[in-house]
């Protein structure tokens, strides 16, 4: 039955497949960022603090996070279509509950239990896109998977304002109901099975546990700073985080098949992909999260100027990322990486260093270069990640992907504020000289690829 699979899906059902795809990351992913947008409004609704409300984004992070490497395991185990549909079922369930709490404590549950079915959708899709495009043209699957990424985090704050203006926050999470549905329905329809498994790996749960833990107070941790918690509580969690990471880490070792897959970070070529992976994420959110700033308080541009200035990149990453899916079945992943985030630093340095009062048209190329370069890397990276490790840890290489997106960017966001509380508004300016370092430091990495063999798997 592996067989069956191997070269992928025939094409009709190969496009409902991927349709099913892209329908469950659009609303995993605009799900991570559609309430932010709505969180005052929210808030009021509730009788919330807006502390207090930060806890509806942050508990859909976390839960997505502490779980995703769990999730894509069990994909190992049981097939990555069960825990695909496992995921539509409980994302579409728990968007319902969103949509009917009438308290921030229920709500705040009820996004715990939402992030676990989008961890479940994220930990499996490019294991998914795996088996539905023949490997030849694994690149392009990877591609579209990385364009509907871009286009969903670019489109969420504008979709939340569209639903805003016409409806009530009720239905940033009923939208998902429908969409759910009809997903599933698909999903049962198309989606391939995994191929025969000899013996299936054990599930180990001090492992699952001690997961959640290591990067569960890492991700509070990094927030907490963020947010200005005391300094007292952020050490606590980070002593105990390295404690229990380093117990965690150990018990990997041991496993033949470990949840952390510790084996495939000893393919070179993985473990390059991944920290590039980690970089690259960490220098785009350091960007994303300072750019308004920089661009209302250093450049004294509206809210409005400001929004239509930032979609220059998140355009260029959708047209540029499904090109970079097709490159990559003739050029090394490792020197367009290393093309596209040479690209994306010189965008950044280009930003960091614009005159005191700069037309429009000076933003908006430094933009385009930013963006280009980053849709130039993301798909062959993803692709490297994915196809370097062996088709059955196909689950494994997926939720690690995952984890190196939600480490950089939660890092970035973290870096940003430590900067902002350093040095006040100058710390836009060093937030994106940092990025364009970081960006570099990336490319480097993603250069030293170039002399590992390219990926047969």
């Given at each position: 039955m592996e067989k069956a699979f191997t070269d992928g899906l025939p094409l009709p059902q190969r496009y409902g497949a991927i349709l099913t795809i892209v329908l469950g990351i659009s609303m995993a992913v605009l799900d991570g960022a559609i309430a932010?947008?709505?969180?005052?409004?929210?808030?009021?609704?509730?009788?919330?603090?807006?502390?207090?409300?930060?806890?509806?984004?942050?508990?859909?992070?976390?839960?997505?996070?502490?779980?995703?490497?769990s999730l894509s395991y069990l994909g190992d185990m049981f097939g990555y279509r069960r825990i695909y549909k496992c995921g539509l079922v409980v994302f579409t369930?728990?968007?319902?509950?969103?949509?009917?709490?009438?308290?921030?404590?229920?709500?705040?549950l009820a996004?715990?239990?939402?992030?676990?079915?989008?961890?479940?959708?994220?930990?499996?899709?490019?294991?998914?896109?795996?088996?539905?495009?023949?490997?030849?043209?694994?690149?392009?699957?990877?591609?579209?998977?990385?364009?509907?990424?871009?286009v969903s985090s670019a489109a969420g704050p504008t979709i939340a304002a569209a639903i805003l203006s016409v409806a009530?926050?009720?239905?940033?999470?009923?939208?998902?109901?429908?969409?759910?549905?009809?997903?599933?329905?698909?999903?049962?329809?198309?989606?391939?099975?995994?191929?025969?498994?000899?013996?299936?790996?054990?599930?180990?749960?001090?492992?699952?546990?001690?997961?959640?833990?290591?990067?569960?107070?890492?991700?509070?941790?990094?927030?907490?700073?963020?947010?200005?918690?005391?300094?007292?509580?952020?050490?606590?969690?980070?002593?105990?985080?390295?404690?229990?990471g380093f117990f965690f880490i150990r018990r990997q070792l041991r496993l033949p098949v470990p949840l952390?897959?510790?084996?495939?970070?000893?393919?070179?070529?993985?473990?390059?992909?991944?920290?590039?992976?980690?970089?690259?994420f960490c220098a785009q959110m350091l960007a994303l999260?300072?750019?308004p700033f920089f661009l209302q308080t250093m450049m004294g541009r509206s809210e409005v100027e400001t929004g239509l200035l930032l979609t220059p990149w998140p355009l260029a990453t959708m047209v540029m990322a499904p090109l970079a899916g097709y490159l990559i079945e003739k050029v090394h992943a490792g020197l367009l990486g290393a093309l596209g985030l040479a690209i994306m630093a010189c965008g950044l340095f280009a930003l960091a260093l614009l005159p005191p009062s700069p037309h429009d048209i000076d933003i908006i190329w430094r933009m385009v270069l930013c963006g280009a370069g980053f849709g130039l890397f993301q798909s062959p990276n993803n692709h490297t990640i994915v196809s370097s490790a062996p088709r059955h840890r196909s689950g494994g290489a997926s939720g690690m992907l995952g984890t190196a997106r939600?480490?950089?960017q939660s890092t970035g966001a973290a870096l940003v504020a430590l900067l902002f509380n350093l040095l006040g508004n100058q710390g836009t300016h060093t937030s994106l000289l940092l990025a364009g370092i970081l960006a570099v430091i990336a490319a480097v990495i993603s250069g030293l690829r170039i002399a590992q063999p390219r990926s047969q798997a």
């Amino acid at each position: 039955m592996e067989k069956a699979f191997t070269d992928g899906l025939p094409l009709p059902q190969r496009y409902g497949a991927i349709l099913t795809i892209v329908l469950g990351i659009s609303m995993a992913v605009l799900d991570g960022a559609i309430a932010n947008v709505a969180l005052p409004t929210i808030a009021s609704d509730l009788n919330a603090s807006p502390a207090a409300s930060i806890w509806i984004v942050n508990a859909y992070q976390i839960a997505i996070v502490i779980s995703l490497l769990s999730l894509s395991y069990l994909g190992d185990m049981f097939g990555y279509r069960r825990i695909y549909k496992c995921g539509l079922v409980v994302f579409t369930c728990t968007s319902l509950i969103c949509a009917l709490s009438h308290s921030l404590e229920m709500l705040t549950l009820a996004r715990v239990a939402q992030g676990l079915g989008g961890a479940a959708l994220m930990s499996v899709n490019t294991a998914l896109i795996r088996l539905i495009y023949p490997q030849r043209f694994l690149g392009r699957g990877m591609g579209i998977n990385s364009f509907i990424v871009a286009v969903s985090s670019a489109a969420g704050p504008t979709i939340a304002a569209a639903i805003l203006s016409v409806a009530s926050w009720q239905w940033l999470f009923l939208i998902n109901v429908p969409l759910g549905i009809i997903s599933l329905l698909l999903a049962i329809r198309y989606l391939p099975p995994n191929g025969a498994r000899g013996q299936a790996p054990r599930f180990d749960l001090p492992s699952a546990v001690m997961n959640a833990l290591t990067f569960g107070l890492l991700i509070t941790a990094l927030g907490g700073f963020a947010q200005g918690q005391s300094v007292q509580l952020v050490l606590a969690e980070v002593a105990v985080m390295l404690v229990v990471g380093f117990f965690f880490i150990r018990r990997q070792l041991r496993l033949p098949v470990p949840l952390l897959p510790v084996d495939l970070l000893r393919i070179p070529l993985f473990s390059l992909s991944i920290c590039t992976s980690i970089c690259s994420f960490c220098a785009q959110m350091l960007a994303l999260v300072s750019l308004p700033f920089f661009l209302q308080t250093m450049m004294g541009r509206s809210e409005v100027e400001t929004g239509l200035l930032l979609t220059p990149w998140p355009l260029a990453t959708m047209v540029m990322a499904p090109l970079a899916g097709y490159l990559i079945e003739k050029v090394h992943a490792g020197l367009l990486g290393a093309l596209g985030l040479a690209i994306m630093a010189c965008g950044l340095f280009a930003l960091a260093l614009l005159p005191p009062s700069p037309h429009d048209i000076d933003i908006i190329w430094r933009m385009v270069l930013c963006g280009a370069g980053f849709g130039l890397f993301q798909s062959p990276n993803n692709h490297t990640i994915v196809s370097s490790a062996p088709r059955h840890r196909s689950g494994g290489a997926s939720g690690m992907l995952g984890t190196a997106r939600l480490l950089g960017q939660s890092t970035g966001a973290a870096l940003v504020a430590l900067l902002f509380n350093l040095l006040g508004n100058q710390g836009t300016h060093t937030s994106l000289l940092l990025a364009g370092i970081l960006a570099v430091i990336a490319a480097v990495i993603s250069g030293l690829r170039i002399a590992q063999p390219r990926s047969q798997a």
